[in-house]
């Protein structure tokens, strides 16, 4: 009848078997990354890019904030489960404005991962031949420090790392 019709056509489960689980090839860290924080964006125009999210997609968006330290206006769009973070040059040292050159209609330029040490991290990190883009942490749009990891170490991604 019915009962024997859906077990036979019920899909078939298969697991992976090795002999170390994926958790044990993992090597243990003095710190640990986290959550994704935020995708970076750079934008061209940054109210026409507030605009698309906000009232075009109906997310919710932050006031603009200048972080001069960093050579940045930036905006946050809350996700729910993440942030995308609207970047804009503030000043022609930014580098937004080098990398707007090189992309005229912007694009992601960073995410950004928790971490549970930022400092413990720069020190294994260094280790093992990542490059970090600054000798200490620096205050970000969030408050707390973060560093950024050199993208060409990163298979070309620039990855912000933040003090969870």
């Known amino acids: 009848g019915l009962l024997s019709r859906l077990q036979t056509s ?13 958790s044990q090839s993992i090597p243990s860290c003095l710190w640990k ?10 934008v061209p125009d940054l109210e026409k890019a507030q605009s698309l999210y906000k009232d075009v997609l109906g997310a919710q968006v932050s006031e603009t ?12 769009v809350e996700l729910g489960n993440t ?7 503030l000043g022609e040292k ?12 912007g694009g992601m330029h960073h995410i950004c991962i928790e971490v549970d040490d930022i400092k413990a ?11 970090v883009l600054s000798e200490e942490p620096k205050i970000g ?5 973060v560093i950024f990891l050199h993208p060409k170490d990163c298979h070309g991604v620039l990855v912000e790392l933040e003090q969870a």
Not at 10 to 22: G, H, Q, Y
Not at 33 to 42: D, K, P, Q, Y
Not at 65 to 76: I, N, Q
Not at 121 to 131: D, F, N, S, W
């Open 33 to 42: 990354l986290g959550r994704l924080n935020h995708v970076a964006i750079a």
């Open 94 to 105: 930014s580098p937004i404005a080098s990398f707007l050159q090189k992309n005229k209609t």
């Open 10 to 22: 019920a899909p078939t489960v298969r697991t992976l078997s090795s002999s170390k689980s994926f």
């Open 83 to 89: 942030k995308l973070e609207l970047l804009h040059p």
């Open 141 to 145: 749009a969030h408050g707390k420090p």
């Open 65 to 76: 904030v200048a972080l001069p330290e960093h050579g940045v206006y930036t905006v946050f």
């Open 121 to 131: 991290a720069m020190t294994e990190l260094k280790k093992k031949k990542i490059r």
